[in-house]
């Protein structure tokens, strides 16, 4: 097992275009997140699975976002109308249910020109 | 609401010296508590969590103290190498609910050589 997986590394994108990003979390991992972080702040909540089922949203999780783990294996990000504002680092973690702390991936960084 | 606060952006230390960085938070649901440790292109690492029925978890050079009352919590590296220059992020979970993590800001830490 290689650890958490995000792909694409890097996405630039024009505003208004769609993106989807992907993440592969440690196989016997039953929950996986979705953090966001921009310059100079901490990573912040966006939402987490456990298995398939979607349990919890932040705010920060508008309309246009939104987030799939089809069974209960790898879950993809999706942002339609991209805004400049959505630029940031989205980062993918996943953990067992006896929490010990998550394992990030190396994160997807959207640029929105 | 900053729920989780690290109030100094960077600290600098000499190689061998002890560093020590400081958090504090303001949810009393949080009884777990976590230190990443992020390089530049990286996602976060998971470095050292103290439940709250502890007040000292030690692993080898890293050591996490716990001050309840206070709301504050701190980590000790002893002693400092230029392999631990990195952005520190403390972090802090119920242990119920999902283990939704609530991140700081985040340290940098300079080690000079």
């Known amino acids: 097992d290689t650890g958490v997986s995000q792909d694409p590394r890097h996405k630039i994108t024009k505003r208004g275009q769609n993106v989807t990003f992907r993440c592969d979390p440690i196989s016997e991992h039953n929950r996986l997140y979705w953090y966001r972080q921009t310059l100079g702040q901490g990573p912040e909540f966006l939402t987490y699975?456990?298995?398939?089922?979607?349990?919890?949203k932040s705010r920060l999780l508008s309309d246009r976002f939104s987030a799939e783990r089809p069974k209960g294996s790898f879950s993809t990000l999706e942002i339609q109308r991209t805004e400049q504002g959505d630029s940031a680092m989205y980062l993918c973690?996943?953990?067992?249910?006896?929490?010990?702390?998550?394992?990030f991936g190396s994160g997807t960084r959207l640029t929105v020109v | 609401d900053q729920q989780v606060k690290q109030n100094s952006p960077s600290l600098s230390v000499q190689e061998g010296r002890i560093s020590i960085l400081n958090c504090d938070y303001t949810n009393s649901m949080f009884d777990y508590f976590l230190w990443y440790k992020k390089y530049p292109a990286e996602g976060p690492t998971f470095l050292i969590s103290i439940s709250s029925i502890k007040d000292k978890n030690e692993d080898g050079r890293f050591t996490v103290f716990l001050n309840k009352s206070a709301k504050h919590l701190s980590l000790h590296i002893v002693p400092s190498q230029p392999g631990d220059s990195a952005v520190y992020f403390c972090a802090a979970s119920p242990h119920t609910g999902g283990f939704k993590t609530i991140f700081g800001a985040g340290t940098r830490l300079f080690v000079k050589a």
């Open positions: 973690a996943s953990s067992l249910l006896q929490f010990e702390g998550y394992t």
């Open positions: 699975f456990q298995n398939e089922a979607q349990l919890e």
